[in-house]
């Protein structure tokens, strides 16, 4: 890369590349910025859906446990009173 001279009449093109420059660095830094907040939100999203996904699973298994449980006591009931 050649150094242009400060008093060359093409020393603007060295202003406008470093302008150029600045608005780039501008852009990907508006970028990351705009990935990390949809990273974070899509993160809430996720640990909402599991939230809610446990909460059903529990829901749905809480009446099955009853019944195991519920079933444990009447087939124990009836041992106990085939024994005495």
């Keep these: 890369m050649a150094?242009?001279?400060p008093f060359c009449p093409l020393a603007g093109?060295?202003?406008l590349r470093i302008a150029?420059?600045?608005a780039t660095v501008l852009l990907l830094l508006t970028l990351l910025i705009k990935?990390?907040?949809r990273i974070q939100a899509f993160s809430a999203l996720g640990i909402a859906l599991l939230l809610l996904q446990?909460?059903?699973a529990l829901?749905?298994?809480a009446p099955l446990a009853l019944a195991a449980i519920a079933a444990a006591a009447y087939g124990l009931n009836q041992r106990l009173k085939t024994t005495t």
């Design 3 to 5: 150094l242009i001279p």
């Design 13 to 15: 093109f060295r202003a």
């Design 20 to 22: 150029g420059l600045r």
């Design 35 to 37: 990935a990390k907040i």
């Design 54 to 56: 446990t909460l059903i």
């Design 59 to 61: 829901a749905v298994l």
